[in-house]
DNA sequence: TTAACATATGAACAAATGCTCATATGAAGA
DNA sequence: TCTTCATATGAGCATTTGTTCATATGTTAA
């Protein structure tokens, strides 16, 4: 198969920073975050909800989409504890449920704009 | 179409919200990075960089996956500015080009871990 | 109970994505 | 120069993903 790793690998680095990555089940749970934030549109929905809540309604005049896409992506967001909601008679009102999030899109943000 | 969009929304909270939405190409951007880190093999890769070097093989140890796959996954991280690589005889070194990853990984990590 | 309406969801489809396999490039040593 | 080896890359593919359309749910008012 590989020749490659039975010549040119540095078994010391690697023994090193082996012990260094998170296990499976927390590298993936970073990656569903990460994934919640990687499409545009439904990062355009976190970045409406940064700072105050909006229906359902108002997320897809904001967004300018469907209610029925917004919806669906507010349901993996909901899935992945990103955002919460709460009826008030017909309406439902999304949040963020966390400040991690807020942390997380503030960074990149400094990160796009230097 | 949407007759919703007649009734429902709160034209206020609205207009306030869109004020603050980041420009499509800065969202764009954002989305990107969080692109580079959705995949758990792509950030494990980021994570095997997070305290040292790694040449391509040395990856792809670490990581359990053929020095194709690897390659193929660094150049969309190198295209992203998010690793850049020296070259050192025939091995090519790969490092994090950048601190803000850093702070993302180390946030997303906690967030995790609670 | 019935109508109206905000939201949710399932199915289907087009587009994007990650991997594999084969092959190319570029550097070092014989 | 020729061979070896680390890395890079193009094509093809199976899988995943985001949207649309149709329909369902749940709440309010008549």
Same mark, same amino acid.
């Given at each position: 198969?590989?020749?490659?790793?039975? !010549?040119?690998?540095? $078994?010391?680095?690697?023994? !090193?920073?082996? !012990?260094?990555?998170?296990?499976?089940?927390?590298?993936?749970?970073?990656?569903?975050?990460?994934? +919640? %934030?990687?499409?545009? &549109?439904? =990062?355009?929905?976190?970045? +409406? %909800? @940064?700072?105050?809540?909006?229906?359902?309604?108002?997320? +897809?005049?904001?967004?300018?989409?469907?209610? &029925? +896409?917004?919806?669906?992506? =507010?349901?993996? @967001? $909901?899935? %992945?504890?990103?955002? !919460?909601?709460? $009826?008030?008679?017909?309406?439902?009102?999304?949040? =963020?449920?966390?400040?991690?999030?807020?942390? =997380?899109?503030?960074? &990149?943000?400094?990160?796009?704009?230097?």
């Amino acid at each position: 198969m590989d020749i490659c790793q039975e !010549k040119c690998i540095n $078994r010391e680095k690697v023994e !090193k920073t082996i !012990k260094t990555i998170p296990n499976p089940e927390e590298t993936i749970q970073m990656a569903d975050i990460f994934k +919640a %934030l990687s499409d545009p &549109s439904r =990062l355009k929905i976190v970045l +409406a %909800l @940064l700072n105050q809540e909006h229906c359902v309604c108002d997320i +897809a005049v904001i967004c300018k989409q469907t209610n &029925s +896409a917004i919806s669906h992506q =507010l349901r993996i @967001l $909901r899935t %992945l504890k990103i955002v !919460k909601n709460r $009826r008030e008679g017909k309406t439902v009102y999304y949040s =963020l449920e966390d400040d991690h999030v807020i942390s =997380l899109i503030t960074m &990149s943000l400094d990160h796009v704009r230097h």
